[in-house]
């Protein structure tokens, strides 16, 4: 079964507006991690946040937020105020902590594109 | 830059060529991983160094062998690949172990084609 579920291959927002991308995870681990990566043409893939299991409050990064619904499973990210800049693919991940430190298991990633 | 540094940014090579990918960490990480990244698919993770110690192969085909000489730098040797084997190539580094919170440091990736 898939780990890391995003149902939107690919989304469009107006400059200036905001914009959620889900992610649904599957895990039975009780410690675990959510991280977003974006990744622009250029391919790096850049650290955006981060929302630990056992956080009580949702993760926030500048623009970025997390929106953290520990009972559905969904960890969706949500860019505030995009920019055109912010056309990329997003990828969500989750690291397991106790069944699988070193790995990150990673979606099929939301193509973002930023209309002006 | 991210501080993990990949080299080279392209490749085209022969089935029957031999080739080396490089990947050269500078943050004083102690894990370095690489993934796959075909179209439409998740990123594959195929291995993973802890202190210079390979600790994962993901069921990787021998044709792709990984040598880790120092926790700083990362190779990838290839040898006689297969076309479906074409993707782009992504390097990683971490502070290893268990670190909550910690997420990896991407490279920008090398982009193999097998013709």
């Known amino acids: 079964a898939q780990k890391i579920t995003q149902t939107q291959p690919g989304m469009f927002v107006q400059e200036k507006e905001a914009v959620t991308l889900d992610c649904t995870y599957d895990t039975s681990d009780p410690s675990y991690g959510l991280f977003w990566y974006k990744q622009p043409s250029s391919g790096e893939m850049i650290f955006l946040i981060y929302?630990?299991?056992?956080?009580?409050q949702n993760a926030t990064e500048g623009r970025y937020s997390l929106n953290f619904q520990k009972a559905r499973k969904s960890a969706n990210l949500v860019i505030s105020a995009s920019q055109l800049g912010d056309s990329a693919m997003y990828f969500c991940?989750?690291?397991?902590?106790?069944?699988?430190?070193?790995?990150?298991?990673f979606g099929t990633g939301t193509r973002l594109t930023v209309i002006p | 830059e991210t501080g993990v540094t990949q080299t080279p940014r392209h490749l085209v090579m022969g089935m029957t060529n031999k080739k080396s990918l490089k990947c050269e960490q500078h943050l004083g990480h102690n894990a370095m991983y690489w993934y796959k990244q075909s179209a439409k698919k998740p990123l594959e993770l195929m291995f993973v160094?802890?202190?210079?110690?390979?600790?994962e192969n993901n069921s990787v085909p021998s044709r792709f062998s990984p040598e880790c000489p120092n926790s700083s730098h990362l190779f990838l040797h290839l040898h006689t690949l297969q076309p479906e084997d074409s993707a782009l190539y992504l390097c990683?580094?971490?502070?290893?172990?268990?670190?909550?919170?910690?997420?990896?440091?991407f490279g920008s990736g090398t982009r193999l084609t097998v013709v």
């Open positions: 990683a580094s971490s502070q290893g172990g268990y670190k909550r919170g910690y997420g990896y440091t």
């Open positions: 160094y802890n202190f210079k110690e390979q600790t």
């Open positions: 929302q630990g299991s056992y956080d009580q």
């Open positions: 991940a989750m690291r397991e902590d106790e069944t699988g430190a070193n790995n990150l298991f």
